[in-house]
């Protein structure tokens, strides 16, 4: 088959080196996006003259109709034609004859292809905030219903102080807002528009890449042809950003793995979000959030590979530059998936407030509250600190808790304590106290609520 950029060879490309160098296989996810960037080129070549009207008429027709049999799966992609641009334009020709070949005119494969990238990740992320949006809601609403619910706070999954539940799931509620935000930033770097840089040094015909760039809904134009067909930051900008919110999703992920534990029995997954065991009837397993933990992996991955493919290139476009699709889309399809199986599984989980509830009653987590109170009595911290620290080990000793412990068994720590000493260790209270902005107080945490709401 001849190539579009046969001419000034004599010899054919050897065979594996069509099937290894091509990427058809996967960057005809770009159909759309090159067949939508081409159709802006027509009509700008149209209204600069450079092509006439009917010439671009009939250039915008036979783009269509190559759209819709690409949909209908009538047309087949040739390895010989390397990739999505030039099966397009050979599918053009195909369909309308010679004048197909007009519409490369004035434009180079490296701004074709920039231009379809750009399209490609501002229609995704466009829609990936709309995910996080989802997962936000899911998470906000499980909080609403636990402003009351307490349980163990940790540190070092060790207890620590004793938290509203919604408290604990607000906390991602803010991650996500932040990776949302992260998105929504970059978004004014991935609209802006290569096309008409043409191979790197702009062209000899008089395009308007203004009117492309407003056609397609780009922001702006870059305003250099060889940072427009070499970047590839606005790619790395959204990798960056999803592998934050992997981090966040896998994070929560590992906590619902560890809540739905028999260990803690903190939470119940629904049926239709657990698997079961081939072997053991028994088992229900947490394997959505095992895989989406898991999955972070492969967005790190795409991350760290796109930045080693860019690292040493020189300007301007490098074959090099092909790999960073299958890294990109993998990304764009892992952070759709996961996230539109995490706002349902939130949704849908049970809360065993009894379960967390018994928990807060059968530690030391209200140790500290016991050492505010000695210091409210006028003593320095870090001697009530050091009382208390005897108290617990007390109790470990004799199998109690601070709650068990008589007015008489803390009289024997300090002369400090009286009978109020009993206000301040029930959990609840232990939370109420916690008042100061942004802690766990249930008066505080309804404030959040309200900020959460604005904030969708
Ligand atoms: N398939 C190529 C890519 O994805 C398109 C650009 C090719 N440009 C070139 N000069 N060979 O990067």
Redesign the pocket.
């Given at each position: 088959m001849s190539k579009l950029w046969g001419g000034r060879f004599t010899k054919e490309t050897n065979k594996l080196v069509e099937e290894e160098t091509a990427?058809i296989s996967f960057?005809q996810k770009l159909a759309d996006e090159d067949i939508q960037g081409s159709i802006a080129h027509v009509h700008m070549l149209a209204s600069t003259g450079i092509l006439s009207e009917e010439e671009a008429e009939k250039i915008e027709a036979g783009l269509k109709s190559v759209l819709q049999k690409i949909k209908k799966g009538e047309l087949a992609f040739s390895v010989e034609n390397?990739?999505i641009?030039m099966n397009i334009e050979k599918f053009l020709i195909d369909e309308i004859g010679p004048l197909g070949g007009k519409l490369h005119t004035g434009r180079s494969?490296?701004d074709q292809?920039a231009t379809d990238m750009h399209l490609y990740l501002k229609n995704h992320t466009e829609q990936i905030i709309e995910h996080v949006k989802a997962v936000q809601t899911a998470v906000l609403n499980q909080a609403k219903d636990h402003v009351e619910t307490i349980l163990p706070g940790y540190t070092h999954l060790q207890r620590a102080q004793p938290v509203s539940f919604a408290h604990h799931l607000l906390a991602y509620f803010w991650m996500l807002q932040r990776d949302k935000e992260r998105l929504q930033d970059s978004l004014k770097r991935v609209s802006g528009s290569p096309l008409g840089a043409g191979a790197l040094a702009g062209t000899t015909f008089p395009l308007d890449r203004h009117q492309v760039a407003e056609e397609l809904g780009f922001d702006y134009v870059y305003p250099n042809s060889m940072d427009a067909v070499s970047d590839r930051d606005f790619i790395l900008e959204f990798m960056s950003a999803a592998s934050i919110m992997m981090m966040h999703i896998s994070r929560l992920s590992e906590e619902l793995v560890i809540w739905s534990s028999q260990e803690f029995q903190f939470i119940e997954l629904d049926d239709s979000f657990c698997t079961g065991s081939s072997i053991m009837p028994q088992k229900k397993n947490p394997d959505v959030p095992e895989l989406l933990r898991a999955k972070t992996g492969r967005v790190y991955g795409n991350l760290i590979g796109l930045l080693t493919v860019l690292k040493g290139l020189p300007l301007a476009?490098n074959?090099d530059?092909?790999e960073d699709?299958e890294g990109m889309f993998d990304t764009v399809e892992t952070l759709e998936g996961s996230l539109g199986m995490l706002a349902p599984m939130i949704d849908t989980m049970i809360v065993r407030k009894e379960n967390m509830k018994q928990a807060v009653s059968e530690d030391y987590s209200n140790a500290t509250d016991i050492a505010d109170y000695l210091v409210t009595k006028g003593l320095p911290f870090r001697e009530a600190h050091e009382i208390i620290g005897k108290i617990v080990l007390y109790g470990i000793d004799h199998s109690k808790y601070l709650l068990d412990l008589t007015l008489d068994e803390f009289k024997q720590f300090s002369g400090l304590f009286e009978e109020d000493i009993y206000e301040v260790l029930a959990p609840e209270q232990v939370v109420a106290n916690r008042k100061s902005y942004g802690g766990t107080s249930q008066e505080q945490v309804k404030e959040q609520i309200l900020l959460a709401e604005k904030a969708l």
């Open positions: 990427s960057d390397e990739d641009h494969r490296n292809v476009y074959k530059m092909q699709k």
